[in-house]
């Protein structure tokens, strides 16, 4: 029996406040996420923008109070678009931030390249790069991507190609993970159409001039330039064709033909560029926070995409009750997709989790519903044309 | 095939021609202080800038702003030179020999290309020059700002030939260049001479990077890429030696663009590396050994 004594007593006193303090401690931990962006290299156009957009998010989950009380801890680290640089951050994300998941990665050999170091330490990769080869590594589901993949991308692209009535197209494509096979995607869905593809050409983007590439697409007398690249090295290859007197359609990602290309290069060179992208969500509730964190009313699809994968983790922390990258894992798609209440932002999902309700998230860039694989199932594509140095919108399908 | 052949040989022909003007700088710098100061990729970019804001802000005229170029080049070079090389030249006795600054010139590079995304970003930028339509001639095509860089390069190729072969000055760096003692007891000032040496190679890789841009676009990166091609040509080339440089530009500029009769293009990067290999393994000193002259 116990019989309260002076020297109980005084234990007692002493010891309440050190369990009250790690108890309190425990509900404090915060929850540790790292963005992997490029904020230097062939992507440095895209991810400050992205590092803002993620830390928007996380802001306005931790003013709210933040995951089950438990504040997000955002740790950024450049890529430099670079798989070595972007391995060794990712290593320091992992070992030294104690993250449980790396947000962002931008350029597919930086994702191929840090993946491993992921789904071994169990570590939730999200990422924006389109290589089919991504999902296909063997990541025991620890990838997710909100961007399509080149194979959705191609497919689009050379259906779009064929309907406007290009009947021989050939790609100029930069080395990355994905030349080659969004070449023979392309050539399969041109066939499918009565269109041909009559080549393509790998360059290395490292280099300072392309002309002999240019003169190597250019024999094969197409009317159509699928441009495969990245911003300063598409930006080379269209003052090549202007000079070379290229008169035909040209084609290419709206990540390269961005607003600072056009700046940069006559209207003469650009004009009747059309480009491609997966087209954002312009009517969700989580576009217009991504709107005004940037303060742009045309946010860029990769920051609209990290706002998404911030808000996914938050979710489903709080639904698993645990940060852990494993737990993450786990409960991704049971807040993603399914039968839940619909919901536009990671504020009213986490009250609605709070509530005992079942959530599904459809974020900036989309529904946010992924495959087993960690693909997206679909999206909506926004084809732009130059016109005069501008941008004008064609269509969005 | 040949008419294709011949217009490989052409392109290479104007990309060794920009490559040899930041390779002169290159071998200059090597054959007065004796180690490999990389940070003329660095220079490269700021001289592609410095050209880009004469340019488009000044509103001034390709070759003035090249003159701009050029001197941001040497004067960022002399600047850097002082703060972070000077105490680490083999000639000063420093304690890591030629290697020590050669990596702290490769750190050097790092920083150029950062302080210049600081201040102006990681968007591409292009002069402010109309773009021409190529000239046709015999299934040939060629334009006219790739000839106009190919000329400009020449001139400043014969203005620095002018300069070592028949100013005392230039005279007094070949002598350096050659034995150092025997220049120090003619009471040749090396540090005077060290320092011009420093400018003319940084100016040339100012110079370099703003005929690269002038025929592209630029970027903070645009010194880095070409900064390979540069060593590869100087080595080909015989480090050390200016009319080798020039020799070495035109063999690694022709030999990228001709590789690609026989290799796809993601390959023409190695083709430099080949060319080290290949002219080391017969000629150890480089195509003209290491003469500076």
């Known amino acids: 029996m116990f019989r309260p004594t002076r020297r109980a007593a005084l234990l007692g006193s002493l010891a309440t406040p050190f369990l009250a303090r790690t108890a309190l401690a425990q509900a404090k931990e915060p929850i540790r996420l790292g963005t992997l962006t490029p904020l230097t290299g062939a992507g440095g156009s895209y991810g ?350 | 095939m040949l008419a294709d052949a011949l217009q490989l040989l052409l392109n290479g022909l104007m990309a060794g021609a920009v490559l040899a003007v930041p390779a002169i700088g290159f071998t200059a710098i090597y054959a007065v202080l004796r180690f490999p100061n990389f940070a003329v990729g660095g220079m490269a970019t700021v001289g592609a800038y410095a050209g880009w804001v004469a340019n488009t802000r000044l509103g001034w005229p390709a070759p003035a702003a090249l003159a701009v170029a050029f001197a941001a080049g040497a004067a960022a070079g002399l600047a850097s030179d002082r703060v972070a090389l000077r105490a680490l030249r083999p000639s000063r006795g420093g304690a890591g020999g030629a290697l020590a600054a050669a990596i702290a010139s490769v750190a050097l590079n790092i920083v150029i290309e950062n302080a210049v995304r600081f201040v102006w970003g990681n968007d591409p930028r292009g002069y402010d020059l109309p773009v021409y339509r190529d000239w046709r001639m015999m299934g040939l095509r060629a334009g006219p700002q790739q000839l106009e860089n190919a000329a400009l390069a020449a001139a400043a190729m014969a203005a620095v030939f002018l300069f070592l072969g028949f100013t005392r000055t230039g005279r007094m760096m070949r002598a350096v260049a050659d034995n150092p003692q025997l220049a120090s007891l003619k009471g040749i000032d090396a540090g005077r001479v060290a320092a011009l040496a420093t400018g003319l190679g940084m100016g040339l890789a100012g110079f370099g990077g703003m005929l690269i841009g002038l025929d592209t676009s630029i970027d903070p990166l645009t010194g880095f890429r070409v900064m390979l091609s540069v060593f590869a040509a100087a080595v080909v080339g015989g480090l050390g030696s200016v009319p080798g440089a020039v020799l070495g530009a035109f063999v690694v500029g022709v030999g990228e663009e001709l590789s690609l009769l026989a290799l796809p293009p993601s390959y023409r990067t190695a083709v430099g590396f080949a060319a080290i290999l290949l002219v080391l393994s017969f000629r150890p000193r480089g195509l003209l050994g290491e003469r500076a002259y």
């Open chain 1, 48 to 397: 400050p923008a992205m590092v803002k957009a993620a830390r928007a998010v996380a802001d306005a989950i931790n003013a709210a109070g933040g995951v089950n009380g438990r504040r997000i801890e955002l740790q950024s680290e450049d890529d430099e678009t670079n798989p070595d640089a972007g391995v060794r951050a990712a290593r320091k994300l992992i070992d030294v931030g104690k993250v449980s998941a790396i947000l962002g990665t931008w350029a597919s050999a930086v994702t191929t390249a840090v993946a491993p170091l992921c789904w071994e330490s169990r570590t939730m990769l999200f990422t924006v790069s389109g290589a089919d080869s991504i999902t296909k590594l063997p990541h025991n589901g620890y990838i997710i991507r909100t961007q399509p993949n080149t194979e959705l991308q191609s497919m689009r692209a050379a259906s779009y190609l064929a309907e406007g009535g290009a009947k021989r197209v050939f790609a100029l494509s930069a080395q990355t993970p994905f030349a080659v096979d969004s070449y023979n995607r392309l050539a399969a869905v041109l066939k499918e159409r009565g269109s041909e593809a009559v080549g393509d050409v790998v360059y290395d983007a490292s280099k300072t001039s392309f002309r002999s590439e240019v003169d190597q697409a250019l024999r094969a007398k197409p009317d159509a330039l699928f441009l495969n690249g990245y911003t300063p090295d598409v930006t080379v290859i269209l003052r090549e064709l202007y000079r070379a007197g290229y008169e035909g359609k040209k084609f290419t990602f709206g990540y390269a033909a961005n607003a600072k290309m056009l700046e940069s290069l006559p209207p003469e060179v650009t004009e009747g560029l059309i480009s491609f992208s997966p087209s954002p969500d312009p009517g969700s509730p989580a576009y217009a926070a991504v709107k005004q964190a940037l303060g742009t009313d045309t946010p860029d699809t990769y920051s609209c995409q990290i706002h998404d994968h911030v808000s996914l983790v938050a979710l489903a922390v709080a639904k698993a009750g645990d940060a852990s990258g494993a737990a993450i894992h786990d409960a991704v798609r049971t807040i993603s997709q399914g039968g839940g209440a619909k919901i536009g932002s990671a504020l009213d999902g986490l009250k609605a989790l709070a509530a005992g309700q079942d959530v599904n998230y459809e974020g900036a860039s989309g529904p946010c519903d992924f495959t087993e694989r960690g693909d997206i199932e679909g999206c909506k594509f926004r084809f732009e044309q130059v016109r005069a140095g501008k941008i004008t919108l064609l269509s969005v399908s």
